[in-house]
């Protein structure tokens, strides 16, 4: 199995808010078709200190031509110095639904 | 690293009951050796209009040698028209945990 | 597209206090640059019952070179004789965020 060029893009944003807005932001500019938010525990290091922390990751599905346009997009809507933006591998998927990324996202 | 031949498959269900019955169902018919659920807001365009509703996502931890047979069960049992079946790579794993997914996946 | 060498290391825990524990560990010894916490709904088959438990499921973004030195740490402090511990490949990122796993993870 060779991966699709469909991907789920996982970002870190630091409240509900800007979290939707980010996932608003994406879907209505066709960047993504679908984002799910969901509420995490987040440890981590920044500048030699461990911290722990409540963060809300969204987990967008897309078609991975537009990731340069999706970075650009994030970076220009979050509050944060160094976003998280990665990119996972769909390996295989329903047709329907992969074609329905395909309509959602230009 | 090659990709392993084991994968996380992603569907989201409209409600615990949809998404407990799917992974009930594909475990005891050993088409996934784990399924974890969890809830989410998904923001997603649907006809033309964009949709935020509360859905819950499924991790399933399987053999992806039967994703076409995982996939029309998801079909058979899934209210949605277009349900989200896709398919993630592992790329590696800790051996007695991917022996187990084999030993429970036929 | 080719896989970076960063992955997405996916552990599921038995109480919040052993995902935090083992959370906390590897960021602390360097073998993890972030870890997500979330609760999920697990369902599963152990020794021919099928079985459904609560868990955490462990995000953990880090570099791939170090796996084999993150799957001993999590044996050594899981409670689990057969713990989940798999890699999901990073196809591509935001270059100052890759550089920050880089950074965080020896």
């Known amino acids: 199995m060779n991966n699709t060029n469909y991907g789920v893009v996982l970002v870190t944003a630091?409240?509900?808010q800007e979290a939707?807005?980010?996932?608003?932001?994406?879907?209505a500019s066709k960047l993504a078709a679908c984002v799910n938010i969901l509420p995490i525990q987040s440890v981590y290091t920044w500048q030699g200190e461990i911290n722990q922390?409540?963060?809300w990751q969204l987990l967008i599905k897309t078609d991975?031509?537009?990731?340069s346009n999706l970075e650009a997009k994030i970076r220009e809507l979050h509050s944060y110095e160094v976003p998280e933006i990665i990119a996972i591998p769909i390996l295989a998927g329903s047709q329907s639904y992969l074609d329905w990324i395909s309509a959602?996202?230009?």
């Open 64 to 67: 991975l031509a537009q990731f």
């Open 104 to 106: 959602s996202v230009k």
């Open 14 to 16: 630091g409240s509900p």
């Open 53 to 55: 922390e409540q963060e």
């Open 20 to 27: 939707e807005a980010i996932a608003t932001s994406l879907v």
